[in-house]
């Protein structure tokens, strides 16, 4: 079992963007979100621009998940989905990342929302982008340097988007993964809520038939910092060992959390579903499980 990330260029140390901060080609993007109120349902997406108003990483800009990377046209009862390349082109451009930007992606909640900064710029053909080690949570334990207000906007530029089919899953694929033995369907989500004993609940309760259970909440340890790579390796054997990956959760969010750790494991295919769980568990003729 290795104790090396093959692709630890997913992941970058607060240290390192200490010293990058005032690099031209380099943009920090924070993609915090909040859904309220708790569980069990329903929940309200809020977005986490006020949370960034009131501290961020120096020069960071902020960009609204929900409504500026999501499609406006999504199905009711379904958030995060995709944008159209052209709606996520623009949105880049007018945040002053092109092509050749580095994109270092946090958040001031959970890590996921970050992983799913980084799951989209590669969804769009931007694999020079990165999830910062421990959030704003661990650049604040440090001490670091903390700006409040709107954030100074960047210069706009031209981002030329490139869909990558391939990472990602819809329903029909997740149905062709049941008892196929070559696929691994790995639910994010939290324990409860696979069993289908409590937390939020998107519809039926349970899981998808088939999936198994490893959830995103786990991949980081009480400090926010994603767990050394021989833990990752032992928890992610099973969907290692299988040629092809779909993950999923409530909405497409915490999937992309396991979904940047078997990619950094080195898993050559792992696609997420978008709709995930918010799309499943509503429609009776899709099957699951307690």
């Known amino acids: 079992m290795s104790n090396r990330l093959k692709h630890p260029e997913f992941i970058v140390e607060t240290a390192w963007l200490a010293d990058h901060l005032t690099d031209p080609d380099v943009v920090v993007l924070d993609g915090t979100t909040h859904l309220m109120p708790p569980p069990p349902t329903p929940y309200n997406v809020v977005s986490g621009r006020a949370d960034f108003e009131r501290g961020h990483i120096p020069g960071a800009q902020f960009v609204d998940i929900d409504n500026e990377l999501s499609d406006p046209d999504q199905a009711p009862g379904l958030h995060f989905m995709l944008p159209s390349a052209e709606r996520f082109a623009a949105a880049m451009g007018r945040l002053g990342i092109s092509n050749d930007t580095m994109v270092v992606c946090y958040a001031t909640a959970n890590h996921w929302w970050a992983t799913r900064l980084w799951?989209?710029?590669?969804?769009?053909?931007?694999?020079?982008?990165?999830?910062?080690?421990?959030?704003?949570?661990?650049?604040?334990?440090?001490?670091?340097?903390?700006?409040t207000g709107a954030g100074k906007p960047r210069a706009a530029t031209t981002f030329r988007a490139r869909f990558r089919p391939e990472l990602v899953a819809d329903k029909h694929d997740v149905l062709a993964a049941i008892g196929a033995g070559d696929v691994c369907t790995l639910n994010a989500?939290?324990?409860?809520?696979h069993a289908g004993t409590g937390g939020t609940v998107y519809g039926r309760l349970g899981h998808i038939k088939g999936s198994i259970n490893v959830p995103a909440v786990n991949v980081v340890d009480a400090d926010n910092l994603f767990k050394p790579a021989a833990e990752l390796h032992r928890m992610f054997e099973g969907p290692l060992a299988k040629p092809r990956v779909i993950t999923y959760c409530g909405g497409g969010i915490a999937a992309t959390s396991t979904t940047l750790v078997l990619t950094m494991l080195g898993h050559p295919d792992v696609r997420v579903y978008d709709a995930s769980m918010s799309e499943w568990a509503v429609d009776a003729s899709l099957p699951m499980e307690m």
């Open 189 to 193: 989500l939290r324990p409860e809520q």
């Open 119 to 147: 799951w989209t710029l590669r969804v769009f053909g931007h694999d020079r982008a990165a999830v910062l080690n421990g959030g704003f949570q661990r650049w604040q334990a440090e001490g670091r340097p903390v700006e």
